[in-house]
Nanobody
Framework: QVQLVQSGGGLVQPGGSLRLSCAAS????????MGWYRQAPGKERELVAR???????SYADSVKGRFTISRGDVRSTVYLQMNSLKPEDTAVYYCNLEGYTGYYYPGKKYDSWWGQGTQVTVSS
């Protein structure tokens, strides 16, 4: 069983910074990538940032230049450094991991796991 545990988040003033952390545990044999999504009230969940096993990163246009995704020394750990936060960044943020457990074979469909979510509120 794979479990993702998130930490960080909270209330910050506009222009401030926060750091989110996510640690995955379980019998993961291959990681395709890890990412951060967010969901604001009344809106659909959207991809914020993603990092592949090879270290390639991608960001939503709305956070480019302000957010940075990175991995820890443990390959199943990922961080999201959020700077210059804006009120529109307010949302519940979710960590995601795509990968494989058990025996891998070409063509096997990957699984996707989610963290418990953490609230980020940007307000004065």
């Amino acid at each position: 069983q794979v479990q993702l545990v998130q930490s960080g988040g909270g209330l910050v003033q506009p222009g401030g910074s926060l750091r989110l952390s996510c640690a995955a545990s379980g019998s993961i044999v291959i990681i395709n990538g890890m990412g951060w999504y967010r969901q604001a009230p009344g809106k659909e969940r959207e991809l914020v940032a993603r990092i592949t096993e090879g270290g390639r990163t991608s960001y939503a246009d709305s956070v480019k230049g302000r957010f940075t995704i990175s991995r820890g020394d443990v390959r199943s750990t990922v961080y999201l450094q959020m700077n210059s936060l804006k009120p529109e960044d307010t949302a519940v943020y979710y960590c995601n991991l795509e990968g494989y457990t058990g025996y891998y074979y070409p063509g096997k469909k990957y699984d996707s796991w989610w963290g418990q979510g953490t609230q980020v509120t940007v307000s004065s």
